[in-house]
Nanobody, 124 residues
Framework: QVQLVESGGGLVQAGDSLRLSCAAS????????MGWFRQAPGKEREFVTA????????YFTDSVKGRFTISRDNARSTVYLQMNSLKPEDTAVYYC?????????????????WGQGTQVTVSS
């Protein structure tokens, strides 16, 4: 059974940095796509970034380009989301997702497994 466990969330001030981790287990993820989505109170879940496990291609929503990076550690089966220059509008619950046959990386239904989420709060 695939499990995704996020960690690293917290309360920070605007301009600070955070690194989220997503520990994946239950299978090998070669060929899969790993994504991060977020959901702010009263808003729909939105795509943040994704990485193809094989090859390492990365994708970002416009609002985080230049501030966020995504990476993976094959040995640890872990995906990282490095968030720099955080803004209050980045406040949300951040979810890690894994998909076996993701074509459109920003399309949440294409992901098969989801983590429980980790809260990120950015104060102004």
């Amino acid at each position: 059974q695939v499990q995704l466990v996020e960690s690293g969330g917290g309360l920070v001030q605007a301009g600070d940095s955070l690194r989220l981790s997503c520990a994946a287990s239950g299978r090998t993820f070669s060929g899969w796509t790993m994504g991060w989505f977020r959901q702010a109170p009263g808003k729909e879940r939105e795509f943040v970034t994704a990485i193809r496990w094989s090859g390492g291609s990365t994708y970002f929503t416009d609002s985080v380009k230049g501030r966020f990076t995504i990476s993976r550690d094959n040995a640890r089966s872990t995906v990282y989301l490095q968030m720099n220059s955080l803004k209050p509008e980045d406040t949300a619950v951040y979810y890690c997702a894994a998909g076996a046959r993701v074509i459109y990386v920003n399309n949440a239904p294409e992901y098969n497994y989801w983590g429980q989420g980790t809260q990120v709060t950015v104060s102004s």
